[in-house]
């Protein structure tokens, strides 16, 4: 996957067409490369807005900026422990026409100095987790939008990534555009979203309100992805289950299992990794009733993720087998 290039459904349309037809991405991230106690994880998370929406949830963000914070810049650093603010946010930001994706990234697993060894990986990644949206647009253009701020060593190198990646046709025009945070609240909303992550994530920073601020984010979500997958994630000892020695155990199993079905020719195994895969990563990052997940989503996050011919019943045949 690493080596092709980005496909993109073409649309017979004039190149000339306004911008306000295009799909806008608009990036930012929470988390440094490097690991630290107090920042475990590095999150990028990419904010699809429609053309035709853009002008509309730009206006709202702008009037929610102004009934919240007194028409300062919406900052997650800013929101910071004032939960209660934060919550208002992620609430009043529910109506508006937007999903996202994200890349999670585990830096305590990779080591001190993993995240610059392992950045072009975490670029890839955050490409195949945007190809399936990409691959089923069909409109006249693509506008991805960074925060000219955010941290150059992801930013620039996933920039350079992209452009190697997107290839502009007839009927079809890319452009990388750099804004300041300052003066884009679709950028300010993309380091909500990121940001909200991680306040959802990071062990220094989860709370009682963890939950809530997930349950409005994962209504906006479109795809997340860990990094690494959580089969090459080093066990530990859980102390929120009742016998974290049987749990280490269990996840040991399920990470052979994992691998085992991954190498197998046979498709069925290959959907049977894939829902394995996505149910340990469940039960290792998420809490409360998102350590679960729906057969329906299950089937949305597997094709999501390349599984394209993904079924509700070959995710409960998956199952079944795996119970088996």
Not at 202 to 207: A, N
Not at 267 to 274: G, I, K, N
Request: proline share 4%; with cysteine.
């Amino acid at each position: 996957m690493s080596g092709e290039s980005l496909r993109i459904a073409p649309a017979v349309a004039d190149v000339s067409a306004s911008v306000s037809d295009w799909l806008h991405l608009f990036v930012d991230e929470s988390g440094t490369f490097d690991y630290q106690p107090d920042s475990r994880y590095f999150i990028a998370a990419a904010v699809l807005v429609p053309g035709a929406s853009l002008a509309e949830t730009s206006a709202e963000l702008d009037r929610i900026a102004g009934a919240l914070g007194g028409g300062a810049e919406i900052k997650s650093s800013r929101i910071g422990r004032r939960h209660e603010l934060r919550l208002k946010y992620l609430t009043a930001v529910q109506p508006l026409d937007f999903s996202y994706a994200c890349l999670i990234v585990d830096k305590k697993t990779i080591g001190p100095a993993g995240g610059l060894k392992y950045k072009s990986s975490f670029q890839k990644y955050f490409k195949n987790l945007l190809q399936r949206t990409l691959e089923n647009y069909a409109g006249p253009g693509l506008r991805v939008v960074f925060d000219e701020y955010g941290s150059r060593d992801f930013m620039v190198g996933f920039e350079e990534y992209m452009r190697r990646r997107v290839q502009p046709s007839l009927w079809f025009e890319y452009s990388v555009q750099h804004e300041s945070s300052g003066k884009s609240r679709l950028i300010q909303l993309a380091d909500l979203v990121a940001g909200s992550l991680a306040y959802c994530f990071e062990p220094t920073k989860r709370s009682d309100h963890s939950a809530a601020f997930r349950s409005m984010l994962e209504s906006k979500e479109f795809s997340a992805v860990a990094w690494p997958p959580s089969s090459r994630i080093p066990v530990e000892l859980s102390a929120h289950h009742s016998d974290p020695q049987l749990w280490k155990a269990g996840v040991i199993r399920a990470r052979r299992l994992i691998s085992q079905l991954a190498r197998s020719q046979t498709p069925d195994d290959h959907v049977a990794s894939a829902c394995l895969e996505q149910l340990l990563m469940r039960r290792t990052m998420e809490t409360g009733s998102r350590e679960s997940i729906h057969g329906e989503r299950l089937v949305q996050v597997l094709q999501d993720t390349g599984h394209s011919g993904v079924s509700l019943q070959s995710v409960r045949d998956a199952v079944a087998t795996l119970r088996d």
